[in-house]
């Protein structure tokens, strides 16, 4: 019923790792392109990390190279986002999306992606 519900959020201190989870309910999950998205209070959804339906091209944001990593099981339809050495600003309520491979827009593009979750909080305490 619902194409896309992620889990996995909630407070951490600084330095700290969380990894989210959304679990899909889309048919050809393994030819969709993957993607998370942050939204902190008052300000614009961000990109933050996106692979490709093949798997072999991935971006990440530049705050957050080195120290997230999104991953896709494409057995289990889920993907998910391992955040380590957590920072404040990453504050966020955290989305995933996903689009078919043959949508037009970048990886990074939000508006190109018709299938969203819910959000999940996280909160990262100084």
């Known amino acids: 019923q619902v194409p896309l519900a992620e889990s996995g959020g909630g407070l951490v201190q600084a330095g700290g790792s969380l990894r989210l989870s959304c679990a899909a309910s889309?048919?050809?999950?393994?030819?969709?392109?993957l993607a998370w998205f942050r939204q902190a209070p008052g300000k614009e959804r961000e990109f933050v990390a996106g692979?490709?339906?093949?798997?072999?091209?991935?971006r990440y944001r530049d705050s957050v190279t080195g120290r997230f990593t999104i991953s896709r099981d494409n057995a289990n339809s889920t993907f998910y986002l391992q955040m380590n050495s957590l920072k404040p600003e990453d504050t966020a309520v955290y989305l995933c999306?996903?689009?078919?491979?043959?949508?037009?827009?970048?990886?990074?593009?939000?508006?190109?992606?018709?299938?969203w979750g819910q959000g999940t909080q996280v909160t990262v305490s100084s």
């Open positions: 999306a996903a689009k078919s491979s043959e949508t037009s827009g970048s990886i990074w593009a939000s508006r190109s992606y018709y299938y």
């Open positions: 889309i048919h050809t999950f393994s030819d969709h392109t």
């Open positions: 692979v490709s339906w093949s798997g072999d091209y991935i």
